[in-house]
């Protein structure tokens, strides 16, 4: 059967890329890998509308930069079209020419002014850029992100501040799809917004529910990127949570190498021209607890790739239903560093709620705070204080509150007492 062939047209989807012709003929290729002698495999399966059985060959695992012999001679054992070789020959060129062509170079003054960074959740997680959170190991990191996680999916609030929303899918190497779904629904209940089917207008293929997307998680996260990549384009996935960053590196978030090959791999799992915002949870050294300070792993390039980083310091609440939690902003390529952040959590029948908090409100958290705020709030509670009096108040060293009051324009000195030239502390 030979007919004219139309012109076909392309659709890529994350790692996955169709090529379609009006005949009803489809060739579709995923999991594309590019051999360092630069021969291209995929798998390829092949359908045509047009036959009584449309299904005609694959998923096959073959190189598509070489002659497809075997691959046409299977389809000419199901098939009377007698143009195979035409129509592989179109989707190789078609679709190596869209792999290969990476992120485009842009003149950026040619460019429509973009729109500026937005917050997706307030202080928090901004637009298509990595966040890190770390601290000790138990504290609540979990169900803090996943509360993070919740408030974006659904478009609520959380804390008292506004998420906007955006499908979250949630990579878990750490717990369990039971464990999840419950605080999960927890999190919901609490606020009566039902956990079940939620469709999405722009997605309507994605399954979306009153829930987070998740998924399991084991190995590196490389070796799941071409996956995860096409699932991120079918769900419109917005925000992804990592928990956590040791096991998604491959155990080694020491080195420097796992740690460029992740954030490698958070680049790829998206498009370029509108990456997912990720918040990735990481664990405080075993060296760093030792030393009495706190600060995520090893490698300064978990420090230096993220373009937010942040410390959650926990003090449990007088009752056992509750724990007061601080979010201090260590690392800022937005903007200033912000004042740090107060939560409680709250367990309940009805569920658990994450509420605003005044960390003033709990002198264990307020101990976390750097020196200078802590400072700042001295005086703004008792008035002008002397050194002496402020080395008391706050059990601090006097040389290294002088060294703060003196290397700080927020601070003066009048009469022998310090006072601020500006409200310090906490919002």
């Known amino acids: ?38 021969q291209v495999d995929a798998e390829v399966t092949i359908s045509d509308d047009q036959e009584l059985s449309p299904h005609l060959l694959g998923p096959v695992r073959t190189s598509i930069t070489k002659t497809w012999r075997s691959v046409i001679a299977d389809l000419d054992n199901v098939s009377e079209r007698g143009d195979w070789r035409q129509r592989l020959t179109q989707a190789s060129i078609l679709v190596l020419e869209r792999y290969r062509a990476g992120v485009p170079i842009v003149a ?4 429509q002014p973009p729109e500026p960074i937005a917050e997706v959740l307030p202080g928090i997680v901004w637009a298509n850029l990595p966040t890190l959170v770390y601290g000790a190991g138990g504290i609540g990191k979990s169900q803090m992100a996943l509360a993070f996680a919740s408030a974006l999916h659904t478009g609520t609030e959380v804390g008292g501040r506004q998420a906007i929303q955006g499908n979250v899918l949630f990579l878990d190497w750490e717990t369990s799809d039971r464990m999840t779904w419950h605080r999960n629904r927890g999190l919901l209940r609490a606020r009566d917004i039902e956990p079940g089917d939620w469709p999405d207008p722009d997605y309507p293929l994605a399954g979306r529910t009153g829930m987070v997307f998740y998924r399991f998680m084991s190995g590196p996260i490389w070796d799941s990127v071409e996956f995860l990549k096409s699932e991120i384009a079918r769900m419109g996935i917005k925000t992804v949570v990592i928990d956590s960053a040791g096991p998604a590196s491959g155990g080694e978030p020491e080195a420097a190498a796992p740690t460029l ?3 490698d791999s958070l680049r790829d799992m998206s498009d370029p021209s509108d990456p997912v ?11 760093a607890r030792k030393g009495g300070r706190s600060s995520p792993f090893g490698s300064v390039y978990w420090i230096n790739l993220p373009r937010n980083v942040f410390e959650l310091a926990v003090s449990a609440g007088q009752r056992q239903n509750h ?3 601080a979010l201090h902003h ?12 107060g939560f409680r959590l709250t367990w309940g029948d009805d569920g658990c709620t994450i509420d605003d908090l005044d960390i003033r409100q709990n002198s264990k958290l307020v101990a976390t705070l ?14 002008a204080l ?11 060293p006097t040389r290294s509150l002088s060294a703060t009051l003196s290397g700080d324009d927020r601070f003066v000195s009048k009469n022998g007492a310090w006072e601020t030239t500006e409200p310090l502390g906490v919002d």
């Not at 076909?8 to 002698?37: C, F, K, N």
């Open 386 to 396: 002397s050194t002496a009096d402020l080395a008391e108040l706050l059990d601090a």
């Open 1 to 38: 059967m030979m007919e004219r062939l139309t012109v076909p047209s392309l659709e890529a989807m994350g790692t996955t890329y169709i090529v379609r012709w009006d005949e009803g003929v489809e060739i579709r290729l995923d999991r594309i890998y590019e051999h360092r002698d630069y």
């Open 330 to 341: 260590r690392k800022s390529n937005t903007g200033s560093l912000r004042p740090p952040l």
């Open 370 to 383: 750097p020196l200078g705020e802590r400072v700042g709030i001295a005086i703004g509670e008792h008035g």
């Open 108 to 111: 950026l003054g040619a460019m």
């Open 277 to 287: 915002q990720t918040i990735i949870l990481a664990h405080v050294t075993h060296e």
């Open 323 to 325: 724990s007061d939690y």
């Open 261 to 263: 090959k992740f954030f």
